[in-house]
């Protein structure tokens, strides 16, 4: 069992930026990826970018220029960095933690206000 604490979420206006964290209990160099999705209201939740063992990244086209996955191995830490945000990034943001099967923190709620 992986557990993962995820952080950082919050209330910022329009074009602000945030930092979310996501601590994983196991060698993050251990999963196939690690990633981030989200799930506004009413909505499913989507893709947002992930990071693979070898630090490869993806990301989604409505975040690309905007935000930045990365990850701190020595810490079992990953990242997202988010910039420009805009009131329609507004959701619950999960981490994700992929081996043999998908873990998944608990989410960080980010609104973001125009």
């Known amino acids: 069992q992986v557990q993962l604490v995820e952080s950082g979420g919050g209330l910022v206006q329009a074009g602000g930026s945030l930092r979310l964290s996501c601590a994983a209990s196991r060698n993050i160099l251990r999963a196939n990826y690690m990633g981030w999705y989200r799930q506004a209201p009413g909505k499913q939740r989507e893709l947002v970018a992930t990071i693979e063992h070898t630090a490869r990244t993806n990301y989604a086209d409505f975040v690309k220029g905007r935000f930045a996955i990365s990850k701190d191995n020595a810490k079992n830490t990953v990242y997202l960095q988010m910039n420009s945000l805009k009131p329609e990034d507004t959701a619950v943001y999960y981490c994700?933690?992929?081996?043999?099967?998908?873990?998944w923190g608990q989410g960080t709620q980010v609104t973001v206000s125009s």
């Open positions: 994700l933690y992929r081996e043999y099967v998908e873990y």
